[in-house]
């Protein structure tokens, strides 16, 4: 199956090409930038506009076969010089028409800020930077505005509105690759990583919801790389598969948003196949410990992330533990093997371990 790139990737190269044209004073119709893991990959402009002293660049977004609303959307960057005389902030990122603003917590925007996550940010950035390098200016101070064309039709197809992005699409991407996320694809990606595996001769194997909680579980076990298990959204079906290839044991690991819903038994973790419903999260919680009242507050969080987050100021990390606990005692009724849960988050890695 065919990759794609990110909306993220789109803009950063939107953005290169915009500053490029700009401080470099000549047309290009291509342009290459740098992604997280080291690659590089081109892309071609589908416009490039310099007028009144900004430089607006498009790129068409190709989801290769993953079956995205964003697909074919038109990502647009919009490059100016800032009208300062400091230079303390070298490049300010904003969101133009069609990119949703963050208005509810719990998201990894703050409130009030343009959804660009903090990925595609770091790209964006990176790729501006690597332009002015490329045309020998640096040092200017520059706003690029991301864009996308008809994006608040296209929000209309997500779930943006139900987590308070308004106005528009979220410019999102972990790696700057969009991978095919069928069904099919993904089970058959399963079962043939666990062959591998124990083709390798391997009875442990690290099952993981993506690369984050993946590496993070990695630099602690230290396994042989063929132990490596990226099962995505497919919870249940991993944890079955390795019961039918032989495992003895499964090193589960994850984010707390899919931690939570195999503590809730829910086998398939995408919010395609249910969303996580705030009131069932709550309930689980007071059964777990938490007061009626804090747990009927827990339902009006936004996202699971904004739990974790009340969870981790109120000091209950007890209560986080449990759920980890919960979700162990899921995967092992599902693989009927031992089971290790590890929770993991972007920024400190492994968090908990049960």
Known sequence: MRSGFTTGACAAAAAKAATVVLLGRREIDRVEIPFPNGDRHGFDLHSCVLQDGQVTVSVIKDAGDDPDVTNGAEIIAIVEQQETDSADVLIILAGGPGVGKVTKPGLPVPVGEPAINPVPRTMIRAAVIEAMEETGIRNIPLVVTICVTDGELLAEKTLNSRLGILGGLSILGTTGIVRPVSAKAWTDTIDASMKVARAAGLIEVIVSTGRTSEAAVQRLLNLPEEAQVMMGDYLAYALKSAKRHGFSKIYLSGMWAKVLKCALGIPQ??????????????????????????ADAMATANTAREIFLRLKDAGRDDLIRAVCTRAREYAVKRSGLEVEVFLVTTEAGVVEHV
């Open 269 to 294: 973790t995408h919010v395609r196949h249910g969303a996580l419903e705030m009131e069932q999260a709550a309930d689980l919680l007071h059964e777990l410990g938490l007061d009626r009242q804090t």
